[in-house]
């Protein structure tokens, strides 16, 4: 069974900074894409970053030259640095990745559970 486990989340305030992290455990054979999703009250997940195996990233435009993903394969672990955050930032964070277990011959997605992000202003 595989878990994706995060951490990293808590209250920042305006212009402040955090890094998320998500650690992946279980049978893996190995990890393709990973990435972040966030959910603020009221509103649809959406897509923050993401990061291919090769570590081609993209990014949604309201984060761009702000947060930066990462991974570490050793590890298999993915990272959400953030910095200049903003109140509207606020959401529930969801690392995300397609991973293949060991005997599998397909990927699988899986979630973490989520982590709180809180900016005050």
């Known amino acids: 069974q595989v878990q994706l486990v995060e951490s990293g989340g808590g209250l920042v305030q305006a212009g402040g900074s955090l890094r998320l992290s998500c650690a992946a455990s279980g049978s893996i054979f190995s990890i393709n894409a990973m990435g972040w999703y966030r959910q603020a009250p009221g509103n649809q997940r959406e897509l923050v970053a993401a990061?291919?195996?090769?570590?081609?990233?993209n990014y949604a435009d309201s984060v761009k030259g702000r947060f930066t993903i990462s991974r570490d394969n050793a590890k298999n672990t993915v990272y959400l640095q953030m910095n200049s955050l903003k109140p509207e930032d606020t959401a529930v964070y969801y690392c995300?990745?397609?991973?293949?277990?060991?005997?599998?011959?397909?990927?699988?997605?899986?979630w973490g559970q989520g982590t709180q992000v809180t900016v005050s202003s």
């Open positions: 990061i291919t195996s090769r570590d081609s990233t």
């Open positions: 995300n990745a397609d991973i293949r277990e060991t005997y599998y011959y397909y990927d699988v997605e899986y």
